[in-house]
């Protein structure tokens, strides 16, 4: 129950963060948003993290937190500073799927679906990107290797681990998540449904 209570306080607040989305209120995002991310990492903290891939997990989540707070601002420079801490953790989690598992250990047909789809979405992007090409380029290499790293963990278990698959499901709804912010951020037109599918997919 001490978990589940996070958990059920984190989907309340997403709720209401979600009404500050659609109004543009920039007040409820500052009021909700952190709110929201610091639950998710109250949770992984209370699940009494050890190990060092428990601490490289509650790491990214802090990173993806402090990511969530740069985001609320709409301008270049904070937009770039979310940036850089989002991809710091997911260096982090690929850091901790890489302690469990080879990321070699995924099958090369799996590997070379997820990079063709990486560079299909950046190909996607890129005339719209301007002078932000080249960091959205780095990002998009980042969040590549912790997806890729995710389904090494759970293909190396050989399906015989439920935890395994829900990290890849995970990494692979926070992969997804993250073209909406880039839609968002950088094609105009994208509006409140899509900034609403992303905040269902991350949290």
Do not use: Q
């Not at 850089?84 to 799927?97: D, E, N, Q, R, S």
């Not at 719209?128 to 995710?150: C, E, N, Q």
């Not at 990290?167 to 926070?174: C, D, K, M, V």
């Amino acid at each position: 129950l001490t978990e589940l209570c996070p958990v059920l306080a984190c989907i309340t607040l997403a709720v209401l963060l979600f009404a500050g989305e659609r109004t543009g209120n920039l007040r409820v995002k500052w009021l909700f948003k952190p709110l929201t991310s610091a639950l998710f990492v109250l949770t992984a903290l209370l699940r009494n993290p050890v190990t060092g891939y428990d601490w490289l997990v509650v790491t990214g989540l802090g990173l993806s937190m402090a990511g969530d707070i740069a985001l609320i601002r709409r301008d270049r420079r904070w937009f770039l500073a979310g940036l850089v801490v989002f991809l710091l953790g997911h260096v982090a989690y690929t850091a901790a799927f890489g302690t469990r598992a080879d990321m070699l250990a995924l099958h090369p047909a799996a590997l070379a679906a997820i990079a063709v789809a990486s560079i299909a979405v950046f190909l996607y992007f890129r005339p719209h990107l301007a002078g932000m090409a080249r960091p959205v380029a780095a990002y998009v290499a980042v969040i590549t290797l912790m997806l890729a790293s995710a389904w090494s963990l759970a293909w190396s278990l050989g399906g015989s681990d439920a935890t395994a698959w829900l990290i890849a499901s995970g990494a692979t709804l926070f992969y997804v998540s993250d073209f909406t912010v880039a839609r968002d951020r950088f094609m105009s037109g994208a509006g409140f449904s899509n900034r609403a599918t992303g905040l269902v997919l991350y949290y």
